[in-house]
């Protein structure tokens, strides 16, 4: 697991660069020029340094196996990448984007250099997953008798659906607005999700 002298070996951390101001106040898109998969991803996967106590995963709001998939995007395996961060993360084309990056800082790498890019690489991983058509629909192995109802189709109902809907029930959404996306489709401006 991880490159043990990985983060001796690239010791600063790459931003991507951002748009001009001038450029950025004409549209609502996202802020950075560079997105998706760039030649410095795995460089900087690498830096994760498999630290046996991975305190990113114990901020991670969703509790998502960071060192795991940072690994794997080091090694390029992105179909391994997409398989492990969706154990945990329902919609990471969404929570990658919108995240605030907890785990960047709680991450032990970031005591004396600058934390991995924990929220780039699960950006990355979910592009590449999308370029690549690894992202399908997972439709149940068999299908329950029941039934279930769920209350509200912003993320947190739509991931429950969803994880219904693998375990073989059938569900029906019901919100009061008659359009599923809660915050995703009307709280969030584009430059988020793009």
């Known amino acids: 697991m991880g490159d043990p002298r990985g983060f001796l070996k690239v010791r600063s951390r790459r931003e991507p660069a951002e748009r001009p101001v001038e450029e ?44 795991e998939w940072n690994d794997l995007v080091r090694q390029g395996q992105w179909e391994d990448a997409y398989h492990r961060l969706s154990m945990t993360n329902n919609f990471p084309e969404v929570t990658g984007r919108i ?50 109802a769920v209350v509200g189709s912003g993320p947190a109902g739509l991931a429950c659906a969803q994880q219904l809907t693998r375990a073989g029930h059938t569900v029906v959404g019901v919100d009061r607005d008659g359009e599923v996306g809660g915050l995703m489709r009307c709280g969030l401006p584009d430059f988020k999700l793009v």
């Open 24 to 67: 950025r106040i004409k549209d609502w898109l996202d802020v950075h020029a560079e997105s998706g998969l760039q030649d410095w991803t795995q460089e900087q996967a690498a830096r994760c340094m498999d630290c046996g106590t991975p305190f990113c995963m114990s901020g991670c709001p969703l509790g998502n196996i960071i060192p």
């Open 99 to 148: 995240c605030p990056a907890l785990c960047e800082s709680a991450c032990v790498l970031g005591i004396h250099q600058p934390p991995t890019m924990i929220k780039n690489d699960e950006v990355t991983i979910i592009d590449q997953a999308w370029d690549l058509e690894y992202v399908k629909p997972l439709p149940p192995e068999r299908l329950s008798d029941q039934t279930v």
